[in-house]
């Protein structure tokens, strides 16, 4: 039965597949964080959005997000600090989600929360499985394992 409905021919690229995924993910959020700290309007221009939106404490909050993502996208990419970031994001996107996209709908093309939905649930599933062996984690977890074992 389980043969009909997959042949196993991905089996043999989960690890590759996995830190895909991962590399991907944290590109998406150095690349929105690039956006935020270096594009046209800064971060003074995101936090006078947040101000309009009446978040509280809005000049920190904005610099914690825009590095946030920078910074913690590019530990995604390479596998390093999986766990704290993955909450980090997980927060950022709940955020993004109830105060700025829940308003307009599920659909991302009318400004809605599919895409910030996407990320969270991404944020939740590398809390859970962690970096994966293609990572700057897994490649210190292994160096310090052989050392001990020595």
Not at 60 to 72: C, F, K, M, Q
Request: aromatic letters at 14%; hydrophobic letters at 50%; glycine letters at 14%.
């Amino acid at each position: 039965m389980h043969k009909m409905s997959c042949c196993g021919c991905g089996a043999k690229f989960k690890d590759e597949a996995y830190a895909l995924l991962r590399v991907v993910t944290g590109f998406s959020f150095l690349y929105h964080g690039w956006s935020k700290v270096f594009g046209e309007m800064g971060v003074a221009g995101f936090t006078g959005m947040l101000n309009g939106l009446g978040v509280p404490f809005a000049a920190l909050v904005s610099y914690l997000v825009a590095y946030g993502e920078l910074l913690g996208g590019l530990a995604l990419m390479i596998g390093v600090f999986t766990h704290w970031v993955s909450k980090m994001y997980i927060v950022i996107m709940l955020g993004a989600i109830i105060l700025v996209h829940f308003q307009n709908g599920y659909n991302v093309m009318a400004g809605g929360y599919e895409y910030q939905l996407l990320l969270l649930v991404l944020g939740f599933f590398f809390l859970a499985n962690g970096a994966g062996k293609y990572s700057l984690e897994a490649h210190h977890a292994a160096k310090h394992s052989s050392e001990s074992d020595m």
